[in-house]
């Protein structure tokens, strides 16, 4: 048997997190027992599925490098293969039409609940002969679920679970108006797809059962079913915007790299011993579903945002320096040449130490694409009185003279003006890192003049001493 796994979102809005932690394990248990990972697009909501949001998943699953093997499957293109099923089930006896219409059926769900029942359909017209209908009246087609014994599912992950069949009632596959429905289509089209597993998260636990149903009255074998427990947020309630973001764009834009998300999203809910830190192919060497835990995992921003400082750390400088440059383009103030490229990319080694995320990157270069007279910070304004201003004068005068302009060339300048002057490394650091900067915080001092090159930093010298 091979391996066959799909990732099956509805287009109605972003890609939410824990779709996306779906996504991840289903391709990352295909490519474990070198099967394949497939895309469908649920489509089938005319009303609320939209193009734009077709593309955020294609975009959010390319970001995250989850690249299906096969084309997409768009699950509105095949609505003649789900009535194909559903008719072949009613001529077979397996299903039938209920004629019952929108009132009956209000009123039927109403009666239940008065009983102390859930609300549901009573099954009128499962026996009844449909010439009792009146004529050209719309009907539904429903499926002649089992009314006794049970239905079992051996899920991976939450066990055996089962249901009384006499708790489930006739589901509809095709609505009065002929188009099928969401659980319907999901099982003809994960069978036309030969899906092996369906892994997805545990509020589609009671669909599963009604869509056995399906499979075993078509003579179907079933794929094995597996249901991810969902990611609540950190005080343990559903994940909402109020604990910050929660799709994959959402992330993106707040500065993560994609793959710090997904060894996060991996490691929110499935474990190997203490392993933190995972590269993409040990992962696929490691995941399997017998490591994911039955409980919801909580969310933790925190943790996730110290993953993403630690795979910014290990980035290629060259990727990170174009990720700041689109970040920092359109920013008022600021330029963004190759000049300022350059001086991104030579200082990429130390910002990227110095920083978590991608946006606090940016902040930290911003000062590099700015145009003298600086905006200067309170702090920065500290140490641009008197006594810092002669001191830059100073300086001014022996940073003209270092020959080359180099990080090396500029440290034993720095520590030799020191010396001759009698003051602390220090001293003379901290107001030329106000006058380079406009605040009180850079990469190492020698590094950010080097980078700067010798006119900028005269220029933004000469600034300095003139403000205010």
């Known amino acids: 048997m091979t391996v066959r796994t799909r990732f099956a979102p509805s287009p109605t809005g972003l890609l939410h997190i824990g779709n996306a932690r779906a996504a991840l394990f289903n391709f990352l248990f295909a490519r474990h027992h070198g099967g394949q990972f497939l895309l469908r697009i649920e489509d089938t909501d005319k009303e609320r599925s939209t193009q734009k949001a077709v593309e955020v998943i294609f975009d959010g699953l390319a970001w995250m490098g989850l690249t299906p093997d096969e084309a997409p499957v768009f699950q ?63 009907f539904a087609v429903r499926l002649k ?28 596959l095709l609505r009065s108006d002929g188009t099928p429905t969401y659980l319907h289509a999901v099982v003809c089209d994960d069978h036309d797809m030969a899906i092996t597993h369906v892994i997805r998260g545990d509020d589609h636990l009671t669909n599963t059962f009604r869509q056995a149903m399906i499979y075993r009255a078509m003579g179907w074998d079933l794929p094995h079913f597996a249901h991810l427990p969902l990611i609540h947020g950190p005080d343990g309630a559903k994940l909402s915007k109020r604990h910050g973001a929660q799709s994959v764009v959402d992330f993106r ?77 359109g920013r008022e103030g600021i330029d963004t040449d190759e000049t300022v490229r350059d001086r991104v990319r030579a200082l990429m080694p130390d910002l990227k130490e110095r920083a978590k995320l991608l946006t606090e990157l940016a902040d930290n270069a911003a000062f590099l694409g700015r145009s003298v007279p600086l905006t200067y910070n309170a702090k920065a304004l500290k140490l641009l009185d008197a006594a810092g201003k002669a001191t830059l004068k100073g300086l001014s005068h022996t940073l003209a003279l270092v020959e080359p302009f180099s990080a090396g060339a500029i440290d034993a300048a720095l520590r030799g003006h020191a010396d001759r002057h009698g003051l602390k490394l220090g001293q003379i650091a901290q107001p030329l890192r106000a006058a380079m900067t406009g605040n009180t915080v850079s990469p190492g001092i020698d590094q950010t003049l080097a980078a700067l090159g010798r006119d900028e930093v005269l220029a933004r010298i000469g600034a300095a001493i003139a403000h205010g």
């Open 76 to 138: 509105s293109t095949r609505q003649p293969r789900h009535t194909e099923v559903a008719l072949d089930l009613l001529e077979r006896g397996l299903a039938y039409r209920c004629y019952c219409t929108a009132e009956e059926l209000q009123a039927m769900r109403e009666e239940a609940v008065a009983q102390g029942l859930p609300p549901r359909y009573n099954g009128y017209w499962r026996d009844r002969d449909p010439a009792e209908a009146p004529p050209g009246a719309p």
């Open 145 to 172: 679920a089992p009314r006794e014994g049970e239905t079992v599912i051996r899920d991976l992950v939450q066990g055996e679970v089962r249901v009384a069949n006499a708790e489930m009632d006739d589901l509809i």
């Open 253 to 329: 834009e707040a500065g993560y790299l994609p793959e710090a998300l997904c060894n996060y999203l991996l490691r929110l809910g499935w474990g190997h011993g203490d392993a933190e830190i995972l590269s993409r192919d040990e992962q696929i060497r490691l995941f399997d579903l017998d490591g994911v835990g039955r409980s919801p995992a909580r969310m933790d921003y925190l943790k996730l945002t110290h993953v993403n400082g630690v795979y910014l750390r290990k980035a290629d400088d060259e990727r990170l320096t174009a990720d700041v440059m689109e970040r920092l383009t």
